[in-house]
């Protein structure tokens, strides 16, 4: 599968942003989608991820509360809608596709496909 992820952009603390992953090549609903973002010098972390179904949903500490996930698998998107961004948000977002769906859904080694990152600049 092909994933696509737009929607970054420079924003000031408070507002909000949606990122969309667009996926092509494969049935989108049989995958979980994960985000995840890098900072500059720093390692890649979990942001977010949504089961196949869009049933379940986990979230990192640092962004529950403020950031939501969502797909349509009718139109093969997976979505996460950041509000309340902080300073702290700033990041290269990349979105994942997990094809098993049954490792833990925070690691990025479980996912098999990604994306080439948006870029997400929160400022103070």
């Known amino acids: 599968v092909q994933l696509q992820a737009s929607g970054g952009g420079l924003v000031q603390v408070g507002q909000s942003l949606r990122l969309s992953c667009a996926a092509s090549?494969?049935?989108?609903?049989?995958?979980?989608m994960g985000w995840f973002r890098q900072a500059p010098g720093k390692e890649r972390e979990f942001v977010a991820a949504?089961?196949?179904?869009?049933?379940?949903?986990y979230f990192a500490d640092s962004v529950k509360g403020r950031f939501t996930i969502s797909r349509d698998n009718t139109k093969n998107t997976a979505f996460l809608q950041m509000n309340s961004l902080k300073p702290e948000d700033t990041a290269v977002y990349y979105c994942?596709?997990?094809?098993?769906?049954?490792?833990?859904?925070?690691?990025?080694?479980?996912?098999?496909?990604w994306g080439q990152g948006t870029q997400v600049t929160v400022s103070s």
């Open positions: 994942a596709a997990d094809e098993d769906g049954s490792g833990w859904a925070r690691v990025s080694q479980v996912y098999d496909y």
């Open positions: 090549g494969r049935p989108f609903s049989r995958y979980r």
């Open positions: 949504i089961s196949s179904s869009g049933g379940r949903q």
